[in-house]
């Protein structure tokens, strides 16, 4: 049973391009969160996509945007970066009506994103 | 706004022994709470959950407890092994499945 996976694994980019950042959720999963965990803090949450639209969304800028396709994959689009974006890019996937015992939110390892 | 707390940055722990991880929580609309493990490169694991018409729960060597009036809850771990050292995350959503809030961590040692 294949968990969450998510790529590239490391990146390195410049101020100012813009970065497209990929998930496949865990088999069975349909609904996938975004999280952003810099250096010494815990993840924080940017966005959730269910059936292809965004449901939820956390404190961050336009610049910040995604995508969900038919076959539940996601991407974090992250456009004119700043050197603040360094951090560590997470992906969770659940089940939406799934047993809330069991089918929380599994993470992926996340991708490391370096602005310099 | 930190709603979600974890007071103790690390914690050391005898192989055998229990270990303690405390989290406080601010919003009182919270309404599911969860523990996640973190090894270095890996993303958080899911450990346990709690929701709050409990104020324990166990599962196997992990027990966590809710104090709803204290806004406070803690993940015990007995016996604590070498294999638990990582980073241990508290984290909370007002619904179930919807945004997780997470508290900064708290790095956990057991020593053999």
């Known amino acids: 049973d294949a968990g969450v996976t998510q790529s590239p694994t490391h990146l390195i980019k410049t101020r100012g391009q813009q970065v497209t950042l990929r998930c496949s959720p865990k088999?069975?999963?349909?609904?996938v969160s975004w999280y952003q965990q810099a250096l010494g803090q815990g993840p924080q949450f940017i966005f959730q996509?269910?059936?292809?639209?965004?449901?939820q969304r956390g404190n961050f800028p336009d610049r910040f945007s995604g995508h969900q396709f038919p076959n539940y994959s996601s991407e974090l689009n992250v456009n004119a970066l700043l050197l603040g974006d360094s951090a560590l890019y997470l992906c969770?996937?659940?089940?939406?009506?799934?047993?809330?015992?069991?089918?929380?939110?599994?993470f992926g390892p996340g991708t490391r994103l370096t602005v310099l | 706004d930190q709603q979600v707390k974890q007071n103790s940055p690390s914690l050391s722990v005898q192989e055998g022994r229990i270990s303690i991880l405390n989290c406080d929580y601010t919003?009182?609309?919270?309404?599911?709470f969860l523990w996640y493990k973190k090894y270095p490169a890996e993303g958080p694991t899911f450990l346990i959950s709690?929701?709050?018409?409990?104020d324990k729960n166990e599962d196997g060597r992990f027990t966590v407890f809710l104090n709803k009036s204290a806004k406070h809850l803690s993940l015990h771990i007995v016996p604590s092994q070498p294999g638990d050292s990582a980073v241990y995350f508290c984290?909370?959503?007002?619904?179930?499945?919807?945004?997780?809030?997470f508290g900064a961590g708290t790095i956990l040692r057991v020593k053999s």
């Open positions: 709690i929701s709050s018409i409990k």
């Open positions: 984290a909370a959503s007002e619904v179930y499945g919807n945004k997780l809030v």
């Open positions: 919003n009182s609309m919270f309404d599911y």
């Open positions: 996509y269910y059936e292809e639209e965004e449901r």
């Open positions: 969770a996937s659940s089940l939406v009506g799934g047993r809330v015992d069991t089918d929380t939110q599994y």
């Open positions: 088999s069975g999963h349909d609904t």
